[in-house]
T-cell receptor, first 114, second 109 residues
């Protein structure tokens, strides 16, 4: 079984709809991250959490919110989806430590907003 | 803000050729530096990392040296294989995580 899972893997929705992407991990890591990937732009960090009670904005947090329900679960929400949020979204985890260590990525969720 | 700039692709090489993918960065403080690889249809995997100046990261024949004086972390491999075909991302962690745009490598037999 995969250590970092994302659901759904694909989603097509309409402008204005609320969408939640979910991430679960069995690696026992304290730290979790949400990224989006756009062609030619690499990955950009949306939010990250260093433990259950810690939430931090990343480079591009506007239009997104997150919830860290437990050590193993980190959800990303789009309150009112818009077409330029069409992208590939990745969840990642890393162990606790000084700075940021190796990140382990999920398989990605492809989101299309029409 | 912090940023990573890597050479644009795509890069196409013949098997056993030498590979260099350039990466330079701008950051406050002393960032940790990473190379990640993404195979088609998959998430990213760490290839190698370096956490302080002059450190050399290495894995699977790939190497990169953290050069603080030139703010660079260039990826090299002496002899590429077809199985190395993928997209390579340079990244840094300082205040948060920043990735380069990615370089697509295709290795032909």
């Amino acid at each position: 079984d995969a250590d970092v899972t994302q659901t759904p893997r694909n989603r097509i929705t309409k402008t204005g709809k609320r969408i939640m992407l979910e991430c679960s991990q069995t690696k026992g890591h304290d730290r979790m991250y949400w990224y989006r990937q756009d062609p030619g732009l690499g990955l950009r960090l949306i939010y990250y959490s260093f433990d259950v009670k810690d939430i931090n904005k990343g480079e591009i947090s506007d239009g997104y919110s997150v919830s860290r329900q437990a050590q193993a679960k980190f959800s990303l929400s789009l309150e009112s989806a818009i077409p330029n949020q069409t992208a590939l979204y990745f969840c990642a985890t890393s162990p606790r430590g000084h700075g940021v260590d190796t990140q382990y990525f999920g398989p990605g969720t492809r989101l299309t907003v029409l | 803000g912090d940023s990573v700039t890597q050479m644009e692709g795509p890069v196409t090489l013949s098997e056993e050729a030498f590979l260099t993918i350039n990466c330079t960065y701008t950051a406050t403080g002393y960032p940790s530096l990473f190379w990640y690889v993404q195979y088609p249809g998959e998430g990213l995997q760490l290839l190698l990392k370096a956490t302080k100046a002059d450190d050399k990261g290495s894995n699977k024949g790939f190497e990169a040296t953290y050069r603080k004086e030139t703010t660079s972390f260039h990826l090299e491999k002496g002899s590429v294989q077809v199985s190395d075909s993928a997209v390579y991302f340079c990244a840094l962690w300082s205040n948060d995580m920043r990735f380069g745009a990615g370089t697509r490598l295709t290795v032909k037999p």
